[in-house]
């Protein structure tokens, strides 16, 4: 019913930016009635919550270390939501990931029902 496709990913030298995309669709999702997230995960470690976002998109909530550097934001009338990551560095290379439909914490993966596939995002120094 509901597929998340993420995009945007790549290879990029320290200090660098890159724009993920996530296009959502379904014939029965409502884009814009569901809160969004952002994960990441490397090799050997753990899903690591990036940034969320509300249905309104007029609240964000971000991982404490991440903020300043990474940007949330959603564009409804596109079904897309998007990560902005500048002043990226060797260790944001993961495997990153938006999923579909928090419920009350949006910071842990248990929340969500949709994920996408993954898009991996490599920084060499």
């Known amino acids: 019913q509901v597929e998340l496709v993420e995009s945007g990913g790549g290879l990029v030298q320290a200090g660098g930016s890159l724009r993920l995309s996530c296009a959502a669709s379904g014939r029965t999702f409502t884009f814009s009635i569901y809160g969004m997230g952002w994960f990441r995960q490397a090799p050997g470690k753990e899903r690591e919550f990036i940034a969320a976002i509300t249905p309104s998109s007029g609240g964000t909530y971000y991982q404490d270390s991440l903020k300043g550097r990474f940007t949330i934001s959603r564009e409804n009338a596109k079904n897309t939501v998007y990560l902005q990551m500048n002043s990226l560095k060797p260790e944001d290379t993961a495997v990153y990931y938006c999923?579909?439909?928090?419920?009350?914490?949006?910071?842990?993966?248990?929340?969500?029902?949709?994920w996408g596939q993954g898009t991996q995002v490599t920084v060499s120094s």
């Open positions: 999923a579909a439909q928090f419920r009350s914490d949006p910071r842990s993966p248990s929340e969500y029902a949709y």
